[in-house]
């Protein structure tokens, strides 16, 4: 699991911040994939939908969801 940085939006203060989010590693989910048979499938594909269904970060000043800016 790498990480990389998110641009957010703060709606209550308008500052524009940054968090980190977890991203998944497609090479070592294909290779672990292909060592168990494809039985791994299922658990990248969870973590895959998993990643994309993540909630909005909070701003740590004002605890308010922020707007995802696309960068
Ligand atoms: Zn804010």
Redesign the pocket.
Known sequence: MGQKAVKYY?P??G?E?FETVKTVNHLLHFILTICTGGMWLIIWAFLFFKSLGAPKSK?R??F?PGVRVAS
Do not use: K
Request: some cysteine; overall charge negative.
């Open positions: 703060c209550e203060c500052q911040y701003h000043t004002c308010v």
